[in-house]
Every structure is written in C-alpha cells, then in structure tokens.
Nanobody, 120 residues
Framework: QVQLVESGGGLVQAGGSLRLSCAAS????????MGWFRQPPGKEREFVAA????????NYADSVKGRFTVARDDTKNTVYLQMNSLQPEDTAVYYC?????????????WGQGTQVTVSS
C-alpha cells in the first residue's frame, strides 16, 4: 500500500511561483511512474506531468511545458512540481498519483490534493 501526501499549495499572484511536494511511503513506489494531475473548478481532472522514479524520464502536458518542472529526491522519497509563471488558469486542486498500472488510472494511489489559487 502506497501513501502519498501533497503539500505546498497556496495563493499566488499571476506570474509567481510555487513548489508542490509529494511525499511517498509504503509499497514499491520506486518501481513506478509518479504523476501530477490537477482538477480546475468545475472541470475534470487532467494530467500535468510525470516522472519515472527509476529512470528520471519526464513528461509534461503541453499547457505547462516550459513553465513547470517535475523532479524527484530519492533520499527524501519525495517528488516535486516546480511551477513558474503561474496563470489564473493554473488554479486547481493538484494531486499526485502512482501505482503498478501507472499514475492516474482507476487502480492508482492518490494523495489528498493541495489547492493552488492564482490571482490575476
């Protein structure tokens, strides 16, 4: 059983930055890909970024490429999402997810989410 705990959300002005953290524990999470997802108000959850814990390979949604960076810290069992040049449309609850079938699937593990609000 993998446990995921997000932190780092908050209120920021447009153009600002935030760094989200996802602390993982339990299970075999280091064999999996860790993903970040977000759910804007009134919309469905969407993919943001992902990183392979083993290889470090990354993948990003087009909407965040060049602004967001995903990274991992093996010593802290934590994945980070550095978000720069934030815009109001980035406002959402951000979740991390992982699992043997990949992040964001029906059988994945999910954190509780952290709210990011970007004011204009």
């Amino acid at each position: 059983q993998v446990q995921l705990v997000e932190s780092g959300g908050g209120l920021v002005q447009a153009g600002g930055s935030l760094r989200l953290s996802c602390a993982a524990s339990g299970g075999s999470f280091k064999l999996y890909v860790m993903g970040w997802f977000r759910q804007p108000p009134g919309k469905e959850r969407e993919f943001v970024a992902a990183i392979s814990w083993n290889s470090g390979n990354t993948n990003y949604a087009d909407s965040v490429k060049g602004r967001f960076t995903v990274a991992r810290d093996d010593t802290k069992n934590t994945v980070y999402l550095q978000m720069n040049s934030l815009q109001p449309e980035d406002t959402a609850v951000y979740y991390c997810s992982t699992g043997p079938t990949g992040p964001g699937t029906s059988s994945s593990y999910w954190g509780q989410g952290t709210q990011v609000t970007v004011s204009s």
